[in-house]
């Protein structure tokens, strides 16, 4: 069955850099479509970015494109979000999400049936 564990999280300053991991201890990871959500305090999860399964189409929310980059290995059953110029509105607590995308819903919570325990970010001014 699908497991997702998230790791890379921390706490760094303004500008810095962070690359989370997203590991599927499955073994049907190439099945699915990846995304990555977050939800910081108070607020609800928003969609982050997704990476799909078949032809590696990326997506980004508005908020991270250009600064974030979503990349994937099905070798190692890993899904990445590499972070760059990180924002104090970055902070949130990251979850790697696994399912399957139709009708272009990638930026739902609905396609997504498999949800790891999160990786807290946090970006101090």
């Known amino acids: 069955q699908v497991q997702l564990v998230e790791s890379g999280g921390g706490s760094v300053q303004a500008g810095d850099s962070l690359r989370l991991s997203c590991v599927d201890s499955g073994r049907t990871f190439s099945n699915y479509d990846m995304g990555w959500f977050r939800q910081a305090p108070g607020k609800e999860r928003e969609f982050v970015s997704a990476?799909?399964?078949?032809?590696?189409?990326?997506h980004y929310a508005d908020s991270v494109k250009g600064r974030f980059s979503i990349s994937r290995d099905n070798a190692k059953n890993t899904v990445y979000l590499r972070m760059n110029s990180l924002k104090p509105e970055d902070t949130a607590v990251y979850y790697c999400?696994?399912?399957?995308?139709?009708?272009?819903?990638?930026?739902?919570?609905?396609?997504?049936?498999?949800w790891g325990q999160g990786t807290r970010v946090t970006v101090s001014s």
């Open positions: 990476i799909r399964m078949s032809n590696y189409e990326r």
């Open positions: 999400a696994a399912g399957a995308v139709t009708d272009n819903n990638y930026y739902t919570p609905i396609p997504y049936n498999y």
